[in-house]
Each structure stands twice: as structure tokens, then as C-alpha cells.
């Protein structure tokens, strides 16, 4: 018996995404299957950006030290959303309805 998940699935583009349970991926030989443990998107201007760096452990670590110092202010929306609810967080940015980060609880 195959397992399943629970993901983020974008059916179209300008639309929220839905949570939906899936089949749970396998690597196949030479692949490697990765789990995310967090990410972020934010919308600027037009379109859609993903922030990367090439050192995400000392790039949260040194904002995390930032943010403790009062020299980075962390703005939160009000509204947190549990993961049944990622898609009316999703929506909530696209319309500009949030202020600040969207918080989604992850089980």
C-alpha cells in the first residue's frame, strides 16, 4: 500500500493552493528526495519570489540575533492559519489583505 502526505498543490496559476493528500514521493536510483523543512514566498510587484541564499543556517542564525537585538522588527500578521487553512493564507497574500508574514501551523 502506497502512503500518502499532505501537500500544497498549485492547480493554476492565480488561484489559492489547495492542501491535498497525495502519494507520498519515492527516490528512484540516483535521486534523492528532500524534505522542506520551511520556506518562503513573498509577492513584489507582479510576480512571485522564492528567498534563497547559500547559507540558510548562518543567514537565520545571524537574523535571529538581529531580530533578538530590536535591530530587525518582525512584522506578523494577526491571523495564523493552520496547514487545512493554507489556502486562505495563500489567498490572504495574493490579495494584500495581510499584514506582514503569514503564520502556518505545521503540525
Known sequence: MKQTMKALVLNA?????????????VAGPGQVLVRI???VVEVV?????????G?????????????DAGKIKVL????????DEAGRAH????DGSARGKIVVEVE
Not at 55 to 67: F, H, I
Open 91 to 94: 489567498a490572504a497574500m495574493q
Open 45 to 53: 510587484g507582479e510576480g512571485v519570489q522564492g528567498c534563497a541564499s
Open 76 to 83: 506578523l500578521d494577526e491571523r495564523h492559519y493552520s496547514m
Open 13 to 25: 496559476f492565480e488561484v489559492p493552493m489547495n492542501l491535498s493528500k497525495v502519494e507520498r514521493p
Open 55 to 67: 547559507n540558510e543556517v548562518w543567514d537565520m542564525t545571524e537574523a535571529a540575533k538581529l531580530v
Open 37 to 39: 523543512k520551511a520556506s
